[in-house]
């Protein structure tokens, strides 16, 4: 199992940007497919966005699309994730992913078996 932290959250103002990271911990941080994910209060969590273990392929939600970036260096076992034009519904606490097994099938991605982190609030203010 692989140990997730994430950080880079907090309040900005829309139109504005954060970068979160995640720090992995374990020697097989490279084998992993790593993804963001979000939750916002009364609403179940939804995938952000994704990036095979290579970092060669990234997926993205329709939503974010344009906006944010997910990139990753494995020799840092870290992920990013780079949000541009921040707008009030992007209000969550983004989580940090890795995944086992995930599935990718006609350019999209499926997750797969996850690893969680704890989650870091980022807010946007209207």
């Known amino acids: 199992q692989v140990q997730l932290v994430e950080s880079g959250g907090g309040l900005v103002q829309a139109g504005g940007s954060l970068r979160l990271s995640c720090a992995a911990s374990?020697?097989?941080?490279?084998?992993?497919?790593m993804g963001w994910f979000r939750q916002a209060p009364g609403k179940e969590r939804e995938f952000v966005a994704a990036i095979r273990w290579s970092g060669g392929s990234t997926y993205y939600a329709d939503s974010v699309k344009g906006r944010f970036t997910i990139s990753r260096d494995n020799a840092k076992n870290t992920v990013y994730l780079q949000m541009n034009s921040l707008k009030f519904e992007d209000t969550a606490v983004y989580y940090c992913a890795a995944d086992r097994s995930p599935t990718y099938i006609s350019g999209n991605y499926y997750p797969g078996k996850l690893d969680w982190g704890q989650g870091t609030q980022v807010t946007v203010s209207s």
């Open positions: 374990g020697r097989t941080f490279s084998r992993y497919a």
